[in-house]
């Protein structure tokens, strides 16, 4: 199993500029995430999906947008690239519920992005 | 509001001596609480929840309420453990907040 896969590794974008980062999970897990990793800040939720079909803002979602595409794919489309959003993005899953809280999360390899 | 604050930026340990990674919380439920380690060049990884109360790599972690505190102890710190530490409160669906972590160096 390859467990959370996400491409691109490397990106560097201009001002303005669009992309979308692919995350796909073999695990079969019905809970999908995008964090963004920036130094001495942590890690911090951009969005989430509890399950398929059903996507919600995390703690930093202005300029992301999210698709759910079925179960394995969870997608994070930057619209209009800003430098503020140069950062590492990881996707994570997890088999979470809304009472489960304590399932272990399975990150992805991460994308550093950059824009200029 | 749900916070995670862990003070120290950088923990610089010798080989063979204990470290303690302190961690803090606010949250208003029953928390459910992890840490989470990346070493060099690999991905973020569960370390220990503390629902298991179990020891990993020599790691333990215990939650105080009273204290709203769930520090990371080893008493024996190795080279392999540098890593890059995070302490994470789970919030509904599973979402994860983290603290900032803290930067762990093991010298010889």
């Known amino acids: 199993n390859a467990g959370v896969t996400q491409t691109p590794k490397f990106q560097v974008l201009k001002t303005g500029q669009s992309m979308t980062l692919q995350c796909a999970q073999d695990?079969?897990?019905?809970?999908m995430y995008w964090y963004r990793q920036d130094p001495g800040m942590g890690l911090r939720l951009i969005y989430y999906?509890?399950?398929?079909?059903?996507?919600d803002k995390g703690e930093v979602p202005n300029g992301y947008n999210v698709s759910r595409l079925n179960k394995r794919e969870f997608s994070l489309r930057l619209e209009s690239a800003a430098p503020s959003q140069t950062s590492v993005y990881f996707c994570?899953?997890?088999?979470?519920?809304?009472?489960?809280?304590?399932?272990?999360?399975?990150f992805g390899p991460g994308t550093r992005l950059t824009v200029t | 509001a749900q916070r995670v604050t862990q003070p120290e930026k950088l923990l610089s340990v010798f080989k063979g001596a204990p470290v303690e990674l302190k961690c803090n919380y606010s949250?208003?439920?029953?928390?459910?609480l992890f840490w989470y380690v990346q070493y060099s060049r690999q991905r973020l990884q569960l370390l220990l929840r503390?629902?298991s109360r179990e020891s990993i790599k020599g790691f333990t972690a215990d939650l105080n309420k009273g204290e709203t505190s769930f520090h990371l102890k080893k008493p024996f710190a190795q080279e392999e453990d540098s890593a890059m530490y995070y302490c994470?409160?789970?919030?509904?669906?599973?979402?994860?907040?983290f603290g900032a972590g803290t930067q762990v160096v093991v010298t010889p």
């Open positions: 994470a409160l789970s919030g509904s669906w599973g979402k994860l907040q």
């Open positions: 999906s509890a399950s398929e079909g059903t996507t």
């Open positions: 949250y208003s439920g029953s928390p459910e």
């Open positions: 503390h629902i």
């Open positions: 695990m079969n897990h019905n809970s």
């Open positions: 994570a899953s997890s088999d979470s519920g809304s009472v489960t809280r304590f399932y272990e999360q399975y």
